[in-house]
Structures are given as C-alpha cells and as structure tokens.
C-alpha cells in the first residue's frame, strides 16, 4: 500500500473541495437566478471538462500555464512560483476539471427552489443576501451535499489531468490513481488490488452517506 500516495490523494481532494465550494455555489445560484442571452455557452464551458478527454484537458492546461508560456514564464520569472509538476499544478488541474462537479448538481437544487419562496421572504422584509443564506442555502443543502462528496471522490479517482499536470514524482505528485497505474506496469497486481480496493471502499461509503443524509433531509421537510 503506498500510503503516501493515498494521503496526498486525500491533501488534494480536500483543498479543492475547500477553494471550490464557495465561488462554486455562489456560480450555481447565479446560473439557477439568471436568465440572460448566451447563458447556454456559459453552461456549456462548465460542462466542457466531463465531456473533454481528461488528457486533452491537462494537455491545454500543461501549454497554458507550463514554463513555456506566456504567463507560465511570467509567474516563474516574477514569483518564482512554478505552475506544473509540483502540488500547485495538482491543485489547479484539480480545480478546473471540478467545476461541473460542484456546479451541476447545485445548480439544479436552486433551479428546484419555486420562484415565490423568494418573493414571499422579500415581502417578509429579507434583503437578498438573507433570503438566500436563511432560505435559499438550507433548501439547497442536499445538492450541495452531493456535489460535496462528488467532487470529493472524483478528485481521489481522476488520473489523466493529473498526470498530464503534475507528473508522477513521489510526496509531491503521485497520487494514488497513479500509483495504482504504476503498480500495474511493475507487475505488482496484488499492491495494485490492495489500493483499489481501498479507493473502491471509500468512493462506495462516501456515495452511499451522501444518500443517505440527502434522504434524511428531504425527509425532514
């Protein structure tokens, strides 16, 4: 079991958790609420990266944001801060291939909210802000809920992006998805079954909670 490997997994899925939630469910509540020309091709842009090829997608932000670029030379000239093959690169891939993780299923929680909760909690006297943290979010809570544990699991599984990002160095970059991968090439098949079992077990258990807390708020309204 290479438990580094694993940890960092897990080090990774919970920051993009925590760097995506927030702007992500304030988007979702944007797209739900708003209706406005060429909100399709918004929609589509968020939708690109579970459609895309994951290697397509780590490819263009490999070119993007690599040493080799415009702004990947610019951030290392000046910050000395490089963009790919270390955990910074992780992350950034992780948060772009994510967004329709988070997005998604939030949108559709707020597009389920009727019209008029809205406009009976504004005559109540809510300004916009209270109406959407007393009345919106708690309504909302089990599709967020989902998207949570979605983007969680998805971060721990995915492998191209990051690979195409971040590479596979050991501590800084290897993630379990491809240590998994590399057990393989080695021959090591009984390694590789003890971590994907692993990864099986926990994407299960954390799938299996989330409907089960979901079902037990709805329940309680």
Known sequence: MDWQAFSLSIELAAVTLLVLLPPGVLAARWLARTRFSGKAWIEAFV??????????LGYYLLVSLGAGSPFGAW??????????????GL????????????????????????????EAAA?????????????????????ILSAMVLTFV?????????????????????TVAIAI?????????????????????????????SFFASARLAARR
Not at 130 to 143: C, D, H, I, K, S
Not at 196 to 202: F, I, R, S
């Open 47 to 56: 939708v690109l990266p579970l459609v895309l090829p994951p290697t397509v």
């Open 123 to 143: 005559v109540c006297g809510l300004s916009g802000w209270q109406t959407f943290w007393r009345v919106e979010l708690p309504l909302a809570w089990p599709g």
């Open 75 to 88: 951030m290392l000239d000046s910050f000395d801060i490089r963009m790919t093959f270390n955990f910074a």
């Open 181 to 209: 991968y590399d057990r393989v090439q080695s021959f090591d098949l009984a390694g590789a079954d003890r971590m994907a079992l692993l990864l099986l077990a926990l994407s299960l258990g954390a799938v299996a909670a």
């Open 154 to 174: 998805h971060t721990l599984g995915e492998f191209g992006v990051v690979l195409m990002m971040g590479g596979s160095i050991p501590g800084e970059t290897k």
């Open 91 to 118: 992350l950034i891939a992780s948060l772009v291939f994510n967004i329709p993780f988070i997005v998604q299923p939030v949108q559709r929680a707020f597009e389920a909210i009727p019209d008029n909760l809205a």
